[in-house]
């Protein structure tokens, strides 16, 4: 069966850093598009990073470009979301996604497009 495992999530202070892994198992990891979505209580899951199958394309969401970095290994079958300079507002669960399509712009933003979820990694970041 397949499986999205997060973790290292945290309470961290306003500007800390902080690093998320997802450990896939159950699929062919290469073949897969990964993408980083995040959930606050009440609001509507939104993205926030995906990367191609390769790692060679990257994308981001405008609240995080510059702050965040996501990653992969392949050889590890984990996807990486590096976080610097957090903010109160980064607070949400936090969700790994696989895609099975070819990495596209708009397809990566949506959360439909993605095959398989985690169950999340708390982030919460005080002022």
């Known amino acids: 069966q397949v499986q999205l495992v997060e973790s290292g999530g945290g309470l961290v202070q306003a500007g800390d850093s902080l690093t998320l892994s997802c450990a896939a198992s159950g699929l062919t990891f290469s073949s897969y598009a990964m993408g980083w979505f995040r959930q606050a209580p009440g609001q509507e899951r939104e993205f926030v990073a995906a990367i191609s199958r390769s790692g060679g394309t990257t994308y981001y969401a405008n609240s995080v470009q510059g702050r965040f970095t996501i990653s992969r290994d392949n050889v590890k079958n984990t996807e990486y979301l590096r976080m610097n300079s957090l903010k109160p507002e980064d607070t949400a669960v936090y969700y790994c996604?696989?895609?099975?399509?070819?990495?596209?712009?708009?397809?990566?933003?949506?959360?439909?497009?993605?095959?398989?979820w985690g169950q999340g990694t708390q982030v919460t970041v005080s002022s």
């Open positions: 996604a696989a895609n099975f399509a070819p990495l596209e712009y708009d397809r990566s933003r949506r959360a439909s497009a993605y095959e398989y």
